[in-house]
């Protein structure tokens, strides 16, 4: 494989996204009979239980993954991925992260996940040198989208109002993700109205989130509405539990 095409890291679970989040009958049996030296069922029974939301049978899926995944660095960063969807071990997630980049160093997003596993264990410094880097190293879609990375850490340390002037600028480069985020930081910092709308957004036209339903419930509770608040209380915790039992 080419450099470029070992940059492009797989960000998403495939079951999620292939199966609408419900596996046929049957399917986790044929993978345990699957070549157990064989990398892809590997991932694919990790991607099943990150989508069951059971951290303890997660676990050694994720441990014999990283075994198999060698130095393939898009399965690493994969393994990574999951690791934080299903044990949320933060530190063999980052141990994946930096493998893959390791192999591939344009894998960008792999670099952003370093910067937040290291904000996520105490290394601040590390973390914001890292964001403030990647940006300027992309272009196009990928320089907004990773401006809305940042503009999320921002966010969840508390400094609303960088976080908004990150989130605009990544909406106006066209980030694909990221309205929401917006949303948040201007309901954080006083102007739930507005913030009211971006969360409106992100949530017509396609499937709902349960983030996007809980500032949406902080948007309403600002405004004096809370039986409002309370409906999108409800709606966030309806997706959680159905996704749980999937």
Same mark, same amino acid.
């Given at each position: 494989?080419?450099? !470029? ?26 993978? *345990?009979? @699957?070549?157990? =030296? ?6 694919? =029974? ?23 995944? *060698?130095?393939?660095?898009?399965? =690493? ?15 063999? @997630?980052? #141990? ?25 264990? *105490? ?17 196009? !879609?990928?320089?907004?989208? @990773? ?10 340390? *508390? ?5 908004? =002037? ?5 909406? #106006? ?34 499937? !709902? ?9 902080? @948007? ?13 209380? #409800? ?12």
């Amino acid at each position: 494989q080419s450099a !470029p095409e070992l940059a492009r890291p797989f960000h998403f679970n495939p079951m999620a996204l292939t199966l609408a989040w419900r596996a046929p009958r049957g399917l986790a049996a044929r993978l *345990g009979r @699957a070549d157990g =030296r064989d990398p892809w069922p590997a991932m694919f =029974r990790l991607s099943l239980h990150s989508m069951g939301g059971v951290p303890a049978d997660a676990a050694p899926h994720a441990r014999l993954l990283r075994e198999l995944a *060698g130095g393939e660095p898009w399965m =690493r960063y994969l393994c990574g991925h999951l690791e934080l969807q299903t044990t949320g071990d933060t530190a063999l @997630a980052e #141990a994946d992260f930096r493998a893959a980049l390791a192999v591939a160093p344009a894998m960008w997003k792999a670099e952003a996940y370093v910067a937040e596993m290291a904000l996520c264990r *105490g290394r601040a410094a590390e973390a914001w040198s890292r964001m403030a880097r990647l940006p300027e190293r992309l272009t196009g !879609p990928e320089r907004a989208d @990773a401006r809305a990375w940042r503009g999320a850490m921002l966010l969840w340390t *508390g400094r609303a109002r960088e976080a908004e =002037r990150e989130l605009v600028a990544a909406a #106006a480069g066209g980030a694909q993700f990221g309205r929401g985020w917006l949303g948040a930081s201007r309901v954080l910092a006083g102007r739930p109205r507005e913030g009211l709308a971006d969360l409106d957004g992100t949530l017509e036209g396609r499937a !709902p989130e349960e983030e996007a339903l809980l500032w949406r419930a902080e @948007a309403w509770s600002a405004l004096g509405k809370p039986a409002r608040a309370r409906q999108d209380l #409800a709606a966030a915790l309806k997706l959680l539990k159905s996704r749980l039992q999937a």
